[in-house]
């Protein structure tokens, strides 16, 4: 079996990276690994939506792939997803794309400027096709994530994009990661770990060593149960 493994930074990759073996360096930013039988590509992309879509688009044009997983820290709206929490994303969104109108902001589906149940929309969201069975995600908390350019951090526009959204969780890149997936037909799943609560910006509250370990835990769990297949 074939695998990618996408993430944004080195460091969220670099405890797994450590659990495989290494083969083969394939460019700048993607590595060849093996675990047992799985054949593991590894792709770092760097932060944000562009640069998700861009690297991602280039290496499923170069590389065929029986599944596609990112993986990844992310924010929390819910103090019931605690720190080092990981969960399954099965909804993301675009959650800053589109207008500012005094006080309000509108997407492009309320401007219409995009067909909102326009392939690989619906209802502007974009939804994981659950085209996977793996007990080991099957177990994990489903929840919907937002992709914002900017992270948010006052009181105020936490609270608008929570009620807005609907969301538990907020990345830069997940919805970028869905939308090229959906798109080029390759199974995916977006695996996160909670790694902070989305609040005024308190870098000093995140726990990065606990949400990478139980990220890569959870994340080897799914690689063991593929191998054993």
């Known amino acids: 079996m074939k695998i990618l493994l996408v993430a944004s930074s080195n460091s969220e990759v670099k405890p797994l990276r450590d659990k495989l073996t290494f083969v083969a360096r394939l460019n700048y930013n993607l590595h060849n690994y093996r675990l047992g039988t799985l054949d593991i590509d590894i792709l770092i992309t760097g932060h944000g939506s562009v640069f998700m879509a861009h690297h991602l688009t280039k290496i499923l044009q170069l590389y065929s792939y029986d599944l596609a997983i990112n993986l990844g820290i992310a924010g929390s709206f819910d103090y019931f997803l605690e720190m080092g929490f990981v969960v399954n994303v099965t909804q993301d969104q675009f959650a800053d794309l589109g207008f500012e109108e005094k006080d309000a902001f509108f997407t492009l589906g309320e401007k219409e400027l995009l067909n909102e149940d326009s392939f690989p929309f619906t209802g502007e969201i974009l939804r994981s096709l659950g085209n996977f069975e793996i007990d080991v995600v099957e177990s994990l908390i489903p929840v919907k994530a937002i992709t914002v350019n900017t992270l948010h951090g006052t009181q105020e526009n936490i609270q608008k994009v929570k009620s807005r959204f609907k969301c ?37 509250n995140w726990n990065l060593p606990l949400a990478l370990g139980n990220l890569t835990a959870t994340v080897l769990e799914i690689l063991e149960e593929l191998r054993a297949d």
């Open 168 to 204: 538990e969780i907020e990345t830069m890149a997940g919805a970028a990661f869905f939308y090229v997936c959906l798109m080029e037909k390759i199974p995916f799943l977006q695996i996160r770990a909670v790694s902070y609560f989305i609040e005024i910006r308190k870098v000093d």
